[in-house]
Structure formats: C-alpha cells, structure tokens
Nanobody, 127 residues
Framework: QVQLVESGGGSVEAGESLSLSCVVS????????MGWFRQTSGNEREGVAL???????NYVDSVKGRFTISRDNTKKTLYLQMNNLTSEDSAMYYC?????????????????????WGQGTQVTVSS
C-alpha cells in the first residue's frame, strides 16, 4: 500500500471550478491505477474517474465532459480538474491507488482493485 494525501477541496458556487490533487508516497505510483471516488452521508461510495497504468481513463457518466483526471508519476501526484460544478457534485472526494497487479485491470464500478485510500477532501457546491 501507499500513503495518499488529498488537497484542493472547498466551497464554491454552481458553475465554478475546483482542482483536486493527491500526493502519493512511495516509489511505485507508476505501477498503480489511480482513481477518484466520492461519497455523501448515507450513500455508497461512487467511482468518479480512474486512470490506469496504460493510460486508460474512465469516468462516471455524470461527470463526463466536466471533469478531467490526470497523473504525473514524476511528481507522484494525481489530479482531478472539476469544471461546471453542480450541487450534485457535493461530496467527500477520496484519492485511491490500486495494488500493482490491478494497474491495468482496475475498475471504476465498485472500486475493484483499489487497496489504498486517502483521508478525503470535502467539496461543497451551492446552487
């Protein structure tokens, strides 16, 4: 496992943007699928976006065209650019890393393959 620390959350108005970052400890980020998940109180965790080691990117339908996930293995950092935010995007956002065997096979549904999680950063969007 690796240690993950998110930052960049906050409170914004609908239509505005936020950029999340996740710093990864350790030396093997390049072997791990990386993802962003979110959760609201009383609801199950939802996969938002992932980027696999082969460059495959998946988004949940609700954020397609608005969110962009990227990674910089040299800087050991994962990013999530969120544009045109709505109140439905309000949640605690978590960074996640897969175990190396799941680097290519990771799945956004159910978070299959992800075994390391950050503490989360809160995003609140008011309408």
């Amino acid at each position: 496992q690796v240690q993950l620390v998110e930052s960049g959350g906050g409170s914004v108005e609908a239509g505005e943007s936020l950029s999340l970052s996740c710093v990864v400890s350790g030396n093997d980020m390049r072997f791990r699928c990386m993802g962003w998940f979110r959760q609201t109180s009383g609801n199950e965790r939802e996969g938002v976006a992932l980027i696999a080691t082969n460059g495959r990117i998946n988004y949940v339908d609700s954020v397609k065209g608005r969110f962009t996930i990227s990674r910089d293995n040299t800087k050991k950092t994962l990013y999530l650019q969120m544009n045109n935010l709505t109140s439905e995007d309000s949640a605690m956002y978590y960074c996640a890393a897969s175990s190396p065997p799941w680097g290519v096979r990771c799945q956004i549904d159910g978070g299959r393959g992800f075994d390391s999680w950050g503490q989360g950063t809160q995003v609140t969007v008011s309408s």
